[in-house]
């Protein structure tokens, strides 16, 4: 029975076991580079977002350096056009 059961499962899958399926050699490289994607784009938006905080940060300081009146009008026009080109 055990010999029969083995028998007609190989013979149904038969092809598969001796070339005839999927490329099984590309399999392990998929999971590989779905996590350098993965993690790229990880770092990428990380990097991106701590890039806009700081110009931001920096126009708040400026802002309120102006306010306080340690800098005037031109400085401060000349300096958030700077801010504005990065």
Do not use: C, Q
């Not at 580079?33 to 931001?56: E, K, P, S, Y």
């Not at 920096?58 to 340690?70: Q, T």
């Amino acid at each position: 029975m055990i010999t029969t059961l083995a028998a007609t499962t190989a013979a149904a899958t038969a092809p598969y076991w001796h070339g005839g399926g999927a490329p099984v050699h590309g399999f392990p490289v998929f999971p590989v580079v779905l996590l350098l994607l993965v993690v790229g784009a990880l770092v990428f938006g990380a990097l991106r977002r701590g890039a806009g905080r700081a110009i931001a940060d920096a126009r708040s300081v400026l802002a309120d350096r102006f306010a306080r009146g340690e800098i005037d009008a031109e400085e401060y026009r000349a300096r958030r056009s700077e801010l504005n080109r990065k």
